[in-house]
């Protein structure tokens, strides 16, 4: 067999490529069903927490922008935590993270997570190897004790490919839009991608539990991943469309004497 043929896990020939509008259609009937699911949560006081893991340039803030831009974010809480204080480091691990966990009628998704001990902090060297073993020890107690509070945990981790993750960081360098997702943190782990995925192999055999398994999304395709990760999110929770009264815009009042003021408005410059 040569390279050319060699796959990866579960790899198939490559669909066409998903055209715009084709995904834009796609995408908007998913964002109808989100929003019956949020107000389905809202109504019936759930808790959800998803959490999206992989390597850098896999897709995750996409995804998640994918999941939350036509949601309420009152309902759909996004949290990605910056480097820990000296305080933090000084707690429990978990103590950090579970402040952020959903309260009845919330969803929260972790752009990164508690599985940063099992990942970069692992890999980069800013935990010992005991504290990483300790973690993945622990990991299963504390996420059953999530679940058995009420709590729906989903956990994903989106797999890219290292030719597709080379391309997607390339090109941060060259869009001014996009330089800033580029930290040093991300150039010096680019070249570790094999301890990368012994870390996500340890991970996934600690931590891959029957009350939170975790869900690979393959994400070299980010349009397909986004669909494919909303549907199944969606698959996963169990709920019903809540009864809407008819809307219909009320008669505006009338004006009552009221007139516009002369006053000097500081439009702004109409550019375009």
Same mark, same amino acid.
């Given at each position: ?11 198939? &020939?490559?669909? =066409? ?12 009937? /998913?964002?109808?069903? /989100? ?8 109504? =019936?006081?759930?808790? $959800? %927490? ?21 949601? &309420?974010?009152? /309902? ?11 305080? =933090?480091?000084?707690?429990? +691990?978990?103590?950090?993270?579970? !402040? +952020? ?13 508690? +599985? ?10 800013? %935990?010992? *190897?005991? #504290? &990483? ?9 504390? *996420? ?17 490919? @290292? ?18 997702? /580029? ?26 539990? @029957?009350?939170? !398994? ?15 990760? $909303?549907?199944?999110?969606? &698959? #996963?929770? @169990?709920?019903?469309? $809540?009864?809407?009264? !008819? ?12 007139? *516009? ?12």
């Amino acid at each position: 067999m040569n390279s050319k043929s060699k796959k990866g896990k579960g790899d198939a &020939s490559p669909p =066409e490529e998903l055209k715009n509008k084709d995904y834009e259609r796609e995408l908007k009937k /998913l964002h109808v069903e /989100l929003v019956k699911l949020q107000e389905w949560v809202r109504h =019936e006081g759930i808790k $959800i %927490c998803i959490v999206f893991e992989g390597r850098d340039g896999a897709g995750k803030g996409g995804a998640i922008k994918a999941i939350t831009e036509r949601v &309420s974010p009152r /309902l759909f809480r996004v949290v990605a935590l910056p480097a820990p204080t000296e305080r =933090e480091k000084s707690q429990m +691990y978990f103590q950090r993270y579970a !402040p +952020y966990w959903p309260a009845a009628g919330e969803v929260v998704i972790f752009d990164r997570s508690w +599985y940063n001990r099992a990942g970069v902090e692992r890999v980069m060297g800013f %935990c010992t *190897e005991e #504290q &990483s073993k300790r973690f993945l020890e622990m990991a299963p107690q504390v *996420e059953k004790a999530m679940v058995d509070s009420g709590i729906l945990l989903i956990k994903y981790w989106l797999e890219v490919s @290292p030719e597709e993750q080379t391309r997607r960081l390339e090109a941060r360098i060259e869009d001014g839009r996009k330089i800033w997702k /580029l930290s040093p943190m991300d150039l010096q782990s680019y070249n570790r991608w094999y301890d990368y995925s012994r870390a996500r192999d340890a991970m996934f055999a600690a931590t891959d539990t @029957p009350w939170a !398994p975790w869900y690979v999304a393959r994400s070299d395709d980010k349009k397909r991943a986004r669909l494919n990760i $909303i549907r199944h999110l969606l &698959s #996963q929770v @169990p709920y019903k469309e $809540i009864p809407r009264d !008819p809307v219909k815009l009320p008669k505006r009042q009338k004006a009552g004497g009221y007139r *516009e003021p002369d006053y000097p408005f500081k439009f702004i410059p109409e550019a375009y």
